[in-house]
């Protein structure tokens, strides 16, 4: 019986000794489990994170040092920006002061031009004033009481003025009538030279023609007809100021084509109406117009062509509204007996019995009452 007890207290002892055992072990393992319960659940937490960013933003998730290096790059992309953008501010700034310092140059180079321009401007005027003085003297011969009838006739050579040039040249563009053929042609036309006429004897029956029609007017204490000179006939005497026309006479100067075969007939004995033809539309008397491009339909040359502008006294003009063909002098007034017609003007948009007038026309029936005083020579374009 001792034995048994003895063996029953061993083993007693011995299975005590595999309890406190697998109590130690079971608080030891009680402890590893708590630890990690406590990561499985932080695990947990961290993959239901990861879940709900994975469904919100289904890009792959960028490491730390992946996201440090695209921003180093963004900040040196703004950081090469910001030296790009000073840069341009300093080169915009100093082309500033460049373009800043170029206008204050240029603004002193064109006071000086308009210095120098203005000075010039001065000079011409004045050139042009000695040159009117000039001319003036040079046409006292026509104030004489008593002019030399046997004096030489001149054919003046070329005169050297590009101012009177000019004009002429201006002056056949503006008159001429719009339109095509010679109106289209003159104003394409080249003045290359100009020659004054001067001839005492004609300059004396011309002259002798303006007092009788004077004294005429003086008689009869009235004027003549109300002026006539259109705005064309003011462009052809303001090239020759020098010459002084009468308006209570209606002394305009106004332009004759003509070939110049028949210049030196002319320049010697003035306008002759006996030679005059039967087949003007307007009578047999010496026609002229104020418009070039009509003058320019009887300047029969090739090459350099001539045209004379001519003052003339209209005195009492009779202004057509029909053809008069075959007629030697301007009608007779109906309505005034003691103011004969003088002359003849055809305006435009009249029926001349071969359709209508297009440019103006004027006709006088005696040479005495007009004065050759310039030719004009000039070219025109070649497919004109």
Not at 142 to 155: C, G, S
Request: aromatic share 6%; glycine share 6%.
């Amino acid at each position: 019986q001792l034995q048994q007890l003895q063996q029953q207290e061993h083993h007693s002892t011995d299975e005590s000794e595999p309890m406190e055992e697998n109590q130690n072990n079971d608080s030891g393992s009680t402890g590893t489990g708590s630890v990690i319960s406590d990561a499985l659940s932080v695990s947990t937490e961290v993959a239901s994170l990861h879940s709900e960013e994975d469904v919100d933003s289904p890009a792959p998730r960028v490491q730390p040092a992946e996201v440090t290096e695209d921003w180093l790059s963004v900040i040196n992309c703004l950081q090469n920006d910001l030296l790009d953008e000073q840069r341009l501010k300093e080169e915009a700034h100093r082309l500033s002061e460049e373009a800043r310092a170029e206008a204050v140059v240029l603004r002193q180079r064109w006071q000086q031009q308009e210095a120098i321009s203005l000075g010039l401007e001065n000079r011409l005027a004045q050139v042009e004033c000695l040159l009117h003085e000039q001319r003036t003297l040079s046409e006292t011969w026509r104030q004489l009481d008593q002019l030399d009838q046997q004096a030489p006739v001149f054919l003046r050579p070329p005169l050297a003025d590009t101012t009177l040039t000019e004009a002429v040249q201006a002056m056949l563009h503006g008159t001429s009538h719009s339109g095509r053929g010679s109106c289209e042609t003159m104003s394409k036309a080249t003045v290359t030279r100009l020659q004054q006429i001067t001839n005492h004897s004609v300059w004396k029956s011309y002259s002798a023609f303006r007092n009788e029609r004077r004294r005429r007017i003086a008689s009869r204490q009235a004027r003549h007809a109300d002026a006539v000179r259109p705005r064309d006939c003011d462009l052809i005497s303001n090239i020759l100021p020098w010459v002084q026309l009468d308006d209570s006479l209606n002394e305009v100067m106004l332009l004759h084509g003509t070939a110049s075969q028949n210049l030196d007939a002319i320049v010697r004995d003035g306008f002759d109406e006996r030679l005059a033809g039967f087949s003007g539309l307007y009578g047999a008397g010496i026609y002229f117009s104020d418009q070039s491009c009509k003058c320019f339909q009887y300047c029969r040359d090739s090459g350099e062509r001539c045209m004379i502008v001519a003052g003339l006294v209209l005195g009492h003009p009779y202004v057509t509204s029909s053809s008069l063909r075959g007629v030697r002098q301007a009608p007779p007034n109906q309505n005034d007996s003691s103011r004969p017609f003088d002359s003849v003007i055809a305006n435009p948009g009249i029926q001349n019995g071969g359709g209508t007038q297009c440019h103006r026309e004027f006709v006088v029936f005696a040479g005495k009452q007009v004065y050759p005083e310039l030719v004009v020579w000039f070219t025109t374009p070649a497919r004109c």
